[in-house]
């Protein structure tokens, strides 16, 4: 080897080195300009999302409430993959902090009262079987769903039942009085009259049921156990056939015992609408869109013999129905 060799390989490995040095520090640069970079990118104070925290508040010996709380917890995880439910009975009492992020849903007379006592500060929605039977007061920022249809819908599905009533009938207990204003007003909307019987527990019941045959066309039976019970049905019913006057009822066990026909919702159909409302509260930051609210889905039921006894035309029920539906989406959409 000569020394021209000797000097170029000594030269060869110094460049090789510094090049490889070079590649080092410039890759070391980079890096350090990217973390930088993505520092100042992140904000420093930046606070994790709120979880969404749902308690509900109900008695699991009652099988209704139980059946929707089954069914609410599940629609609430498919809505809001991100919330936390917790269950809790009314004689108990829950670490609530009261957040934004917090509500409360009372089901049934002890839930609503439990959430109302326990829990002040915090947003509720209650779900009560109808207006009638919890008398609870409802502050400004809470909200409520009732189990039954509202009196307008129903008011509406009579009309589409026959353009020639003009009355309509109904029985209020001095336990759990008719609301009248709301009542009367849908009625007026449709031309018709609401001839309202009072009743008291001592009073003779198939007396105040002749009263009101004969002074309508239609018996709207609204729940009430005082009035509608397993004694009391039969008779009420049988009494409608002499006066040839038909009983528009709120479940489809009563429409099977013989009522001409129902709106009613099922579990299923309440648990979704309770799970929307939730989704609405959160999704608004906190407030509900409406304070009083109804189940949206129901369902139609006709006792066609009921019908044929009376000499009345059995109606196209999902006609009915499409037509109920189109008309609360109208009043909504007016409402915004």
């Known amino acids: 080897m000569n020394e021209t060799e000797q000097g170029v390989r000594p030269q060869s490995k110094l460049a090789h080195l510094l090049v490889r040095l070079f590649l080092l520090s410039t890759f070391c640069l980079t890096h350090h300009v990217s973390a930088q970079t993505a520092a100042t990118e992140i904000p420093a104070h930046e606070s994790p999302a709120k979880k969404h925290h749902a308690y509900i508040i109900y008695s699991p010996d009652n099988s209704l409430h139980s059946n929707i709380v089954t069914k609410l917890s599940k629609n609430l995880q498919l809505r809001h993959p991100d919330i936390i439910i917790s269950e809790t009975t009314p004689q108990k009492r829950a670490n609530i902090d009261n957040a934004d992020s917090d509500i409360i849903i009372g089901i049934g007379r002890a ?30 920022g809470d909200a409520v769903l009732y189990m039954t249809q509202s009196y307008c819908r129903q008011i509406k599905f009579i009309r589409q039942l026959s353009a020639h009533w003009k009355t309509i009938s109904v029985l209020s207990s001095e336990k759990k009085p008719v609301d009248n204003q709301p009542i009367q007003q849908c009625a007026e909307k449709h031309d018709f009259k609401i001839y309202k019987v009072n009743t008291t527990a001592k009073e003779n019941l198939t007396n105040k049921i002749k009263d009101a045959l004969k002074n309508s066309d239609v018996l709207l039976a609204l729940p009430d156990r005082n009035i509608y019970n397993s004694r009391t049905v039969k008779n009420i019913l049988l009494t409608s056939y002499r006066y040839r006057k038909p009983v528009i009822a709120f479940s489809k066990n009563f429409v099977n015992a013989g009522a001409l026909a129902a709106l009613h919702s099922n579990t299923d159909q309440i648990a979704q609408s309770a799970s929307h409302i939730v989704k609405q509260y959160f999704d608004a930051g906190s407030h ?3 304070q009083v609210n109804h189940p949206e889905n129901f369902d139609i039921s006709i006792n066609r013999q009921v019908f044929r006894a009376l000499d009345l035309k059995a109606p196209d029920i999902k006609k009915i129905k499409n037509s109920l539906q189109h008309k609360a989406q109208d009043e909504a959409e007016k409402s915004l």
């Open 111 to 140: 839930g609503m009262q439990s959430a109302n006592q326990h829990y002040p500060e915090t947003k509720k929605l209650f779900i009560a079987t109808d207006p009638n039977q919890h008398r609870l007061k409802i502050n400004k």
């Open 288 to 290: 509900f869109k409406q």
